[in-house]
């Protein structure tokens, strides 16, 4: 995924459009294996419904913490660290999404700075 250099001329919109795309698939699907490695983890070593686990995981994940109230100290130790790994996800998938933008802005700079 090379970015075009400030030499180079300015990316068309459908090329553009076209990068959001696949930086936002990337981030949607950083998303759901992160959804489900959490999942498998609470399903097996807490003994969750799927359903519970998935709502477990998506809460640690976005910071609001587990909903259930965890009986095993594995579990416990697992969500200190996923609860880590949610936070340093979080804003690896915001980089992503927001650099084909940030690129674009920073590009046109350097277009009208040439000029």
């Not at 995981?57 to 880590?84: C, Q, R, W």
């Not at 992503?96 to 350097?110: K, M």
Request: charged content about 15%.
């Amino acid at each position: 995924m090379a970015f075009e250099r400030k030499t180079d001329k300015l990316l068309g919109l459908e090329h553009f459009y076209l990068r959001v795309l696949k930086h936002f698939l990337i981030a949607f699907g950083l998303v759901i294996i992160s959804i489900w490695f959490g999942a498998v983890f609470y399903h097996h070593l807490e003994s969750m419904s799927w359903v519970d686990a998935v709502y477990n995981a998506s809460m640690i994940l976005t910071g609001m913490g587990p909903v259930s109230h965890l009986e095993n100290d594995s579990t416990k130790i697992f969500a200190s660290f996923y609860a880590i790994y949610g936070g340093v996800i979080i804003l690896a998938i915001t980089g992503i999404l927001l650099s084909p933008i940030a690129h674009r802005i920073l590009h046109v700079f350097h277009l009208k700075e040439n000029d």
